[in-house]
């Protein structure tokens, strides 16, 4: 009997590997897309003969449509099926991606890229859904750390992949292979997901439906909130835009109070009373504000400020890409008892790797780069697992939508603030200053996130 039980531990095991790698997969392609289109804005821009306005929203309307879907789209995947809203959100955004990478105009690319980011916002949020639900224990904390290094590393990946891409100019298809290297790979999904993810029980009856007062609400509060952030500074901030950020913030309270009267919410605000998850919220936001925002300011510096081509570009960030994947995905190999300590650390290793890049140059930017990689890879990986560590499987799908949601807005945010700092005439090194008090802020916050996880 203690054979069979190992046997079945072990085929579980060899089971979970697969399905970990098709969701993931799912997860670097929706990232790959919000950075892969910034290094080729100027060849877009060329071709289309497009306005800095329209490249914008190229890049803009993704994100837009990406953060007010996210809630909804955990939402779907509740109450009409995980794997099913997965395999759904694939076959969008594999479509979407298509018809990005055959637009004719620049008015085309933009509705397409709008589409994108719904479908994207459809797949994503199952993926943590489902790591919560079929995964437990040590494996649980593995996968997560595993997507916890997907979601930077993803974004990093893509300016390193669109500088390769733009410099082989396929077919002298220019700038059209970032959008068309997601076809094989969403067929690839299409075909693997029904063999290794397994299928969940819908929970939609006649007591539980999708709350559609709450999600009008909560898709203009986030649309009123994200909007200005993307498309304002190219704008020179209008006042318009400080009043959507206004009404935004209004209609965010009236959201919390109407899911409070809900009988059956979009989102069940209650997940955060779950120890450790609004800590984690909090360290996650100023972790991945300082992080969008170098990663915007750092790119514009060595394309604009230092004149180097999209694929060195690219090849700069190789050294913290790689240091955050590793240390990301192998952090947990260190000390148990040390565990409750990675965030705070990898945060004060960020600040020191911000300022040293913002002070440094020559061979000097290399090694902050892997000093910011692997300050990142113990930081934003872990903060997944240990945010999530007293989350009721029952409430995977809202603590899904809170963190997806969280992320998506606070890289929107980061590249708003420090985007318009560096652009406003601010010097690398002074955003970079403001990029280590981000971080800052976020070792206060994980100082208090690592007392939970030690009294775990």
Same mark, same amino acid.
């Not at 800590?279 to 394309?303: E, P």
């Not at 081509?309 to 995905?329: E, R």
């Given at each position: 009997m203690a054979t069979v039980t190992i046997g079945r531990r072990a085929d579980a095991g060899a089971r979970r590997g697969p399905m970990l790698a098709v969701l993931l997969l799912g997860q670097f392609m929706a990232l790959l897309d919000t950075s892969v289109v910034n290094v080729a804005m100027p060849t877009i821009g060329a071709g289309f003969h497009a306005s800095g306005a329209w490249l914008q929203l190229v890049v803009g309307g993704y994100m837009v449509a990406y953060a007010m879907t996210l809630i909804t789209g955990a939402r779907l995947g509740d109450l009409y099926g995980r794997r099913r809203m997965y395999l759904i959100g694939v076959a969008l955004f594999t479509l979407a991606s298509l018809a990005c990478g055959l637009a004719p105009a620049i008015l085309p690319l933009v509705l397409f890229r709008f589409a994108q980011g719904m479908a994207a916002a459809v797949m994503v949020p199952q993926i943590m859904s489902v790591i919560q639900t079929h995964f437990t224990g040590p494996a649980r904390a593995k996968a997560l750390s595993a997507y916890g290094a997907t979601l930077s590393a993803g974004q990093v990946a893509g300016l390193v992949v669109g500088g390769l891409l733009l410099a082989a100019n396929l077919f002298g298809s220019q700038w059209r292979p970032i959008f068309l290297i997601n076809v094989p790979v969403g067929i690839l999904l299409a075909v693997l997901v029904p063999r290794l993810v397994p299928a969940d029980v819908p929970r939609l009856t006649a007591a539980r439906r999708l709350d559609l007062t709450g999600l009008a609400i909560s898709t203009c509060a986030v649309l009123l909130l994200v909007l200005p952030m993307v498309i304002g500074h190219e704008l020179g901030w209008p006042l318009w835009t400080f009043g959507c950020f206004v009404a935004g913030l209004f209609l965010a309270v009236v959201f919390v109070r109407v899911e409070h009267r809900v009988p059956d919410p979009l989102l069940n605000l209650a997940v955060l009373?779950?120890?450790? !998850?609004?800590? =984690?919220?909090?360290? /996650?936001?100023?972790?991945?504000?300082?992080?969008?925002?170098?990663? *915007?300011?750092?790119? +514009?510096?060595?394309?604009?400020?230092?004149?180097?081509?999209? !694929?060195?570009? =690219?090849?700069?960030? /190789?050294?913290?890409?790689?240091?955050?994947?590793?240390?990301?995905? *192998?952090?947990?190999? +260190?000390?148990?008892?040390?565990?409750?300590?990675?965030?705070p650390t990898g945060l004060a290793l960020c600040m020191l790797g911000y300022v040293g890049i913002g002070i440094g140059a020559g061979l000097l930017v290399w090694p902050a780069l892997v000093l910011a990689g692997a300050g990142m890879g113990l930081s934003a990986s872990p903060l997944v697992t240990q945010s999530l560590v007293h989350v009721p499987l029952d409430r995977a799908a809202d603590a899904s939508g809170v963190l997806t949601t969280t992320i998506q807005l606070s890289q929107v945010g980061g590249v708003a603030i420090f985007g318009t700092l560096f652009l406003s005439g601010g010097s690398l090194a002074t955003t970079s200053c403001f990029l280590a008090f981000a971080a800052a802020l976020g070792i206060v916050a994980g100082s208090f996130l690592a007392r939970t996880v030690r009294r775990a």
């Open positions: 009373r779950a120890r450790g !998850l609004a800590t =984690g919220i909090a360290t /996650l936001t100023c972790t991945l504000l300082a992080v969008a925002g170098f990663m *915007f300011s750092f790119t +514009l510096h060595l394309q604009d400020g230092l004149g180097e081509s999209a !694929l060195h570009s =690219g090849l700069t960030w /190789l050294p913290f890409a790689v240091t955050f994947g590793l240390v990301g995905f *192998f952090w947990r190999s +260190l000390p148990s008892r040390l565990h409750h300590l990675v965030v």
